[in-house]
């Protein structure tokens, strides 16, 4: 069996850490090139670096930043915000970067997934969803966009199963509505994502505890299914390390790559 991931989030605005709850009221939550080097040696699987204003304020990724967290590190690493070209993904790669993350421009242009695959291979190409319950009659989830602020009227699910088809490799799943809040992943969301495609789904959004984790990573008939975990707060505010979620997990029995000895309390 595939190991499950722990990949720490590393939200960067105006060249800082920040962390918020449903996408509003960022705090500051460290230096990103440091966070990145702690989360390295601590054990975690992967990164995931996302400048969450660059498709707001119409800004390309900031690229200097990127390669000096790149070169900091030894694990994968993936980078978002403001990527609207496969010139733009070229950068990005070259800075670093192992893998992409498309959000607003995917929607924009879905044609960009399957540039990106075919000049850079599936395995570079993440498409990131941000998805909010939907309000009415209607059960489900709606796409967001740009740092949450846009509604596409796109479904979810739907959606995930288009750009798979165009090519990505991955999907980093992100409820809005549990953004921050740690009162735990979406699990219905996640369950239903990875249910409808054929490649890794990353949960994100909510995750308060490590009973939480588990769940989203549960194959089980209750549990999320995902592949990966992604974590923000938990970890920028030293509630838990990687180690003690790792060793948490193994525990349970769960596929997880075990930290090595002198790492296991980072």
């Known amino acids: 069996m595939v190991a ?5 989030c590393l939200d960067v605005a105006d060249g800082r850490v920040v962390k918020g709850v449903n996408f509003v009221g960022l705090r500051d939550a460290g230096d990103p090139v440091e966070l990145a080097c702690r989360y390295s040696a601590s054990g975690a699987d992967e990164l995931v670096f996302l400048d969450i204003a660059a498709s707001h304020q119409g800004r390309d990724t900031l690229v200097d930043l990127v390669r000096r967290t790149a070169e900091a590190v030894t694990i994968p690493f993936t980078v978002g915000g403001g990527i609207s070209s496969v010139e ?10 192992d893998k992409v993350s498309l959000n607003s421009s995917a929607v924009r242009d879905p044609e960009l997934v ?8 599936c395995q570079c190409i993440v498409v990131a969803i941000d998805a909010r319950r939907r309000q009415g009659a209607t059960p489900g989830w709606d796409v967001y966009v740009k740092g949450g602020r846009e ?4 479904d979810a699910v739907a959606w995930a199963r288009q750009v798979v088809a165009l090519g990505a490799g991955e ?14 992943y979406e699990l219905n969301l996640t369950r239903a994502v990875a249910e409808a495609v054929d490649v890794p789904v990353i949960a ?26 992604l974590l923000a707060s938990l970890l920028h505010d030293g ?3 990687v180690g003690e979620i790792k060793a948490d997990l193994l525990a349970r029995g769960l596929p997880i790559r075990p930290v090595m000895a002198p790492y296991l309390g980072g």
């Open 88 to 97: 733009g993904i070229t950068a990005l790669l070259r800075a670093g970067a």
């Open 204 to 229: 994100s959004g909510g995750a308060g505890c490590i009973d939480h984790i588990a769940q989203a990573l549960d194959m089980g008939p209750g549990g999320g299914k995902a592949s990966a975990a």
């Open 114 to 121: 399957s540039r990106g695959a075919e000049r850079f291979g």
């Open 151 to 154: 509604n596409t009227g796109l």
């Open 171 to 184: 999907i980093l799943l992100t409820s809005m509505d549990g953004d921050g809040t740690q009162a735990g």
């Open 239 to 241: 509630v838990l390390t």
């Open 4 to 8: 499950k991931r722990i990949i720490p």
